[in-house]
Nanobody
Framework: VQLVESGGGLVQPGGSLELSCAASGIIFSIYTMTWYRQAPGKQRELVARISSVGNTIYADSVKGRFTISRDNKKDMVSLQMNSLKPEDTAVYYC??????????WGQGTQVTVSS
């Protein structure tokens, strides 16, 4: 099983980035996909989640700015991040979890929001 994140980088405040996570080795369509992030010195936190049927939830801190989506044909989940703030700086991780609570993690991608 592999989850490979991409799309991170350095962006100025107010800018946008789109993260992608490509999955392999799992039946992607049955997994709930979640983006987490972890900033230095802080605990990992949920950013956005999309269920196998497309239901979504967001952390309050990103509502209205971030959008999670999935493409079951390409086995990919994306996170469109707009109006980025310095406090969005973190390593972003992709997670896949099935109904038996078996889950898998990607290696993470760094997002830095700074002028």
């Amino acid at each position: 099983v592999q989850l490979v994140e991409s799309g991170g980088g350095l962006v100025q405040p107010g800018g946008s980035l789109e993260l992608s996570c490509a999955a392999s080795g799992i039946i992607f369509s049955i997994y709930t996909m979640t983006w987490y992030r972890q900033a230095p010195g802080k605990q990992r936190e949920l950013v956005a989640r999309i269920s196998s049927v497309g239901n979504t939830i967001y952390a309050d801190s990103v509502k209205g700015r971030f959008t999670i989506s999935r493409d079951n044909k390409k086995d990919m989940v994306s996170l469109q991040m707009n109006s980025l703030k310095p406090e969005d700086t973190a390593v972003y991780y992709c997670n896949a979890q099935n109904v038996r609570a078996v889950d898998y993690w990607g290696q993470g991608t760094q997002v830095t929001v700074s002028s």
